[in-house]
């Protein structure tokens, strides 16, 4: 089992910039691909970025291609995503995923954990 924490959430003006954690105690950090994902209000859980297990290959949504980075200590057993000019399509809940597997997936069915989520809210 993993247990994935969330934060970094928060309230922010369109342009601005937030940073997200997801924290995941355990020996077998390294062993996971990492996804993170969001769903605003009304709308279907949708993939945002992902990166495999030896942070060297990243994707992306195209809506935040140029916006948002993706990376991982595998030493601090954290995923992080920077999130730059930020736009109010951006609101919604994040959550962070990890899939026991080499390959990296866009499917959210296809990661095993998943985080409780944190609020991003930005504001026009």
């Known amino acids: 089992q993993v247990q994935l924490v969330e934060s970094g959430g928060g309230l922010v003006q369109a342009g601005g910039s937030l940073r997200l954690s997801c924290a995941a105690p355990?020996?077998?950090?390294?062993?996971?691909?990492m996804g993170w994902f969001r769903q605003a209000p009304g709308k279907e859980r949708e993939f945002v970025a992902a990166?495999?297990?030896?942070?060297?290959?990243?994707y992306y949504a195209d809506s935040v291609k140029g916006r948002f980075t993706i990376s991982r200590d595998n030493a601090k057993n954290t995923v992080y995503l920077q999130m730059n000019s930020l736009k109010p399509e951006d609101t919604g809940v994040y959550y962070c995923?990890?899939?026991?597997?080499?390959?990296?997936?866009?499917?959210?069915?296809?990661?095993?954990?998943w985080g409780q989520g944190t609020q991003v809210t930005v504001s026009s």
């Open positions: 990166i495999n297990r030896s942070g060297n290959t990243t």
């Open positions: 995923a990890a899939r026991l597997s080499l390959i990296v997936t866009t499917t959210a069915p296809m990661y095993n954990y």
């Open positions: 355990g020996r077998t950090f390294s062993k996971h691909v």
